[in-house]
């Protein structure tokens, strides 16, 4: 590079200087218009260099909550459904997902019918229970987290727990306090078709608790009589409690199916729901997502009839013991073709009948027709007697 390459006329650099901050400026114009918040320090013209960029200030790095393109807080928290806005009531973000009713009482059809049978037995036994009227329907069956169950109690009220020996799991039984007051109020000879007296700001007493009792256990037997089809069950009313914190049968997150009832009489009563674990229903689930079914459970007759036929056709083999004799290894190993061996058991003796060995009876040795028979002497039915 020569020297007349660096004496660059003065007026030919000042008008390269404005050609360059003019550009500057159309660029940091394109950032404000795309919402960029980068800021440019302009320098004296007197101070600039020949490239125009020696005064040139790169923004910062973006920082959380400044309204740049990275997440804030508040970004989040509504990812994670913790935004205020949206209230307690609703979910949304990862906690919708992770708390959605994954499983719907739909998948458990035969549920339902447990259910109303339960209703037609239970107003029956109600009605020896108190001597009175008492009008009893089934208003609804759905799924829920077991958490979410237990927030939505209404205190006072009484929550009994009750184990299933069969299954070896827990269930929960719920009383509102309407339905409380109104029984106690019927099984003690209260006045028909009066409001029940209601003390609140306290907690129920023993008697109260002891009549309750007996309402929730005669449920839960009916309960375990409308199971009969399905399973042979029965449910057992362990305690009672006043707190949702001390009936804590499952983890939150567990989903659970609750049926809920009403009991009315003589314009009193209330509601009382049964939580059923899906851990708890497990052992029957097969059967209860069955959608068409009788007291049979879906047998049928003809199937029956037809299976019944066919087995009674099916040949199987007998064996009719003679006898039986021990020896030692080494007797056996010296036994010759024609040797006798004494089995010790008489010509009129009865022998041991045997099917795939089993025991079925006792039968008579004889011949019949040239042929070797026996003849049957005990029932097969009734096996081996003692």
């Not at 009382?272 to 689930?285: C, D, G, M, T």
Request: glycine share 10%; aromatic share 4%; hydrophobic share 45%.
């Amino acid at each position: 590079m020569t020297d007349e390459a660096h004496n660059l006329d003065p007026a030919v650099a000042t008008e390269a200087s404005a050609e360059d901050q003019a550009a500057i400026d159309e660029a940091l114009e394109a950032v404000r218009d795309a919402g960029g918040d980068t800021k440019v320090d302009e320098a004296p013209a007197a101070g600039a260099g020949a490239d125009g960029f020696d005064d040139l200030v790169l923004p910062d790095p973006p920082l959380v909550g400044d309204g740049s393109e990275l997440f804030n807080q508040a970004d989040i928290d509504a990812l994670f459904g913790q935004d205020s806005a949206v209230g307690p009531q609703r979910k949304s973000g990862l906690r919708a997902v992770i708390e959605s009713n994954i499983v719907s009482h739909e998948k458990l059809p035969m549920l339902e019918v447990v259910c109303d049978r339960m209703v037609r037995t239970f107003a029956t036994a109600m009605r020896n229970l108190t001597s009175d009227a008492i009008d009893v329907s089934f208003e609804d069956l759905s799924s829920i987290r077991f958490g979410e169950f237990t927030n939505r109690i209404a205190l006072p009220a009484m929550i009994g727990v009750f184990h299933v020996d069969e299954w070896e799991n827990y269930g929960l039984i719920t009383i509102e306090s309407s339905l409380i007051y109104a029984i106690v109020d019927t099984l003690l000879g209260g006045r028909r078709g009066g409001e029940p007296m209601r003390i609140e700001g306290r907690g129920f007493t023993t008697i109260e608790t002891n009549l309750v009792a007996k309402m929730a256990q005669v449920a839960l037997s009916e309960m375990a009589k409308a199971f009969e089809p399905i399973a042979q069950i029965g449910m057992e009313l362990e305690r009672i409690e006043t707190s949702p914190r001390f009936a804590a049968i499952a983890t939150p997150s567990n989903v659970a199916a609750v049926a809920t009832f009403r009991v009315d009489m003589d314009g009193r009563g209330g509601k009382f729901s049964i939580l059923l674990p899906y851990a708890l229903l497990e052992p029957v689930r097969d059967k209860l997502i069955q959608r068409f079914m009788g007291e049979k459970l879906g047998g049928d007759g003809v199937w029956e009839t037809h299976m019944a036929a066919e087995m009674r056709k099916t040949e199987v083999s007998l064996d009719v013991v003679l006898g039986i004799k021990q020896l030692p290894l080494r007797e056996v190993v010296k036994l010759a073709v024609g040797q006798t061996i004494i089995l010790g058991t008489g010509a009129d003796d009865p022998l041991e009948l045997h099917c795939g060995g089993v025991p079925l009876g006792r039968a008579q040795i004889g011949q019949r027709s040239s042929n070797i028979a026996v003849q049957v002497m005990t029932q097969i039915s009734k096996g081996m007697p003692k």
